[in-house]
């Protein structure tokens, strides 16, 4: 049986990785959450509650990229409407530029256009933060631009991703109780 206070340090390592993995696609939740179930001093109480923590954890710091998200979209609506004030580019740069973001919307307009329900808003998160695919950054920066409802892109982060949890902790589980 592991000391509340170990279980206690890993749950809160668990919610720290979580939360930074959120952001950087490098740091690996699914490797965390192995490595902390079968941990020799994790009891089934520290190995459920790292589970939860980097659901959590990993759950909040997508809620902060969609927050970010939703707030850009309505900036550059903003500077939509705004004159643009910059000094005119050379005519070679100036149509490569135009040319790399009529390409860049065009692609973001058809990635937008599978979100443009709310049934299929649901349906691309929830296979994002269970499956992986698309990447769970992307279609988090796709719910905010869309102004997906908080509320359903919380509620189905937090269940896909503790279901991702879950699956990738149960061999640990199963072979350590």
Do not use: C
């Not at 340090?9 to 079968?38: D, R, Y």
């Not at 900036?75 to 910059?86: F, L, N, V």
């Amino acid at each position: 049986m592991a000391s509340l206070t170990a279980i206690a340090i890993l749950v809160a390592a668990s919610l720290g990785v979580g939360f930074a993995s959120a952001f950087v696609p490098w740091i690996n939740a699914e490797l965390l959450t192995l490595a902390a179930v079968a941990a020799a001093t994790t009891s089934l109480a520290g190995a459920v509650g790292a589970v939860v923590a980097v659901t959590v954890g990993q759950t909040t710091g997508k809620v902060v990229v969609y927050e970010a998200a939703r707030a850009g979209r309505r900036w550059t609506e903003r500077r939509a409407d705004e004159p643009s004030k910059r000094p005119a580019e050379p005519g070679e740069r100036r149509r490569r530029w135009r040319a790399f973001k009529a390409w860049v919307k065009r692609w973001s307009d058809r990635g937008l256009a599978l979100m443009n329900t709310r049934g299929r808003r649901l349906g691309v998160v929830a296979v994002s933060a269970t499956v992986g695919f698309p990447p769970l950054l992307i279609t988090t920066v796709a719910a905010g631009a869309v102004k997906m409802h908080r509320l359903d892109f919380v509620a189905v982060t937090l269940v896909g991703r503790l279901l991702r949890f879950a699956a990738v902790a149960w061999p640990a589980l199963a072979l350590r109780f």
